[in-house]
């Protein structure tokens, strides 16, 4: 009986290191205001990593493709319960990422008889003004990271997911130079704090590569990732505030890694 605690502490940093290599590689996703919206930017190689959610809340993710999806899923059926129960208007991304999402997070995480969820999550909340969206990361275990969870408070105008907190780290610092601008500079912001974030997945990259090794390394990277964009217009035409970006911006953002 003594030994019961131990080991279930030995099981779940087990369970954290294998979780933390198996992302290890996970390309990044950032999320960025901007002042047409929120946009979010990732590059893949085989499949869809941002997806939408309701009407103002987008979901970027990392990890194993099926947990993605079960986690997807989850999001959009309390979203449309809320929004059915309720109405569109109280769907609210911090009720959800509190006390949903973080809990089932957790609670799958310390089962140790039982499968995690590999997936590392980004949701992304358009707000009537660049300061109030709202970003928020869900890890594997449940923990929560928010631009903001109230109002008055100093915030950041972006959010990242990458495979290891290094990774992360760096994109965050880079974007917080970053000043809130047209859509067409968010752009070219996140897929400079892409490529850096990618760039520190390897562990022999502990520093910023200089603006034209990062031009460099973007350009070779290319010629694997596909890009993928989403943007969550402030004011949309309908409800839905989820839309494709103009294929002709992201071609003239590109254009210098070509």
């Known amino acids: 009986m003594i030994d ?16 933390e290599s198996e992302l290890a590689t996970g390309s990044p996703t950032v999320g960025l205001s901007c002042v ?8 893949g190689k ?22 993605i999806e079960r986690l997807r899923m989850t999001a959009i059926e309390l979203a449309s319960t809320e929004g059915f129960s309720r109405s ?6 911090r009720r959800m990422a509190t006390y949903n999402f973080s809990p089932a997070l957790k609670q799958a ?24 969206d ?22 950041d ?8 907190r290094r990774s992360t780290g760096q994109i965050a610092l880079f974007l917080r130079s970053i000043p809130v601008g047209s ?10 704090a892409w490529g850096i974030g990618l760039y520190s997945l390897d562990e022999e990259h502990t520093e910023t590569p200089a603006p034209e090794a990062l031009q460099s390394f973007i350009k070779d990277q290319l010629q694997e990732y596909t890009l993928e964009t989403a943007l969550l217009e402030r004011t949309p035409k309908t409800r839905i505030a989820f839309s494709d970006l103009d294929p002709d911006l992201l071609n003239r953002v590109l254009s210098e890694y070509s």
């Open 109 to 132: 995480f310390e089962q140790i008889y039982g499968a995690p969820y590999l997936a590392r999550l980004l949701f992304a909340e358009v707000g009537p003004t660049p300061a109030e």
């Open 157 to 164: 105008h972006f959010g990242v997911i990458s495979g290891t």
């Open 88 to 93: 569109a208007n109280d769907v609210s991304l």
């Open 36 to 43: 047409e919206g929120v946009l979010l930017l990732t590059f």
């Open 183 to 192: 859509v067409e500079s968010a752009v070219t912001a996140a897929v400079k």
């Open 46 to 67: 085989d499949r869809k990593k941002i997806f939408e959610i309701y009407d103002q809340i987008a979901l970027g993710g990392i990890g194993h493709p099926g947990d």
């Open 134 to 155: 709202l970003f928020v990361t869900l890890d594997y275990d449940g923990s929560m990271t928010a631009s903001s969870m109230t109002s008055g408070k100093g915030k």
């Open 4 to 19: 019961e605690p131990y080991r279930w502490v030995e099981a779940i940093a087990n369970r954290r290191e294998y979780i």
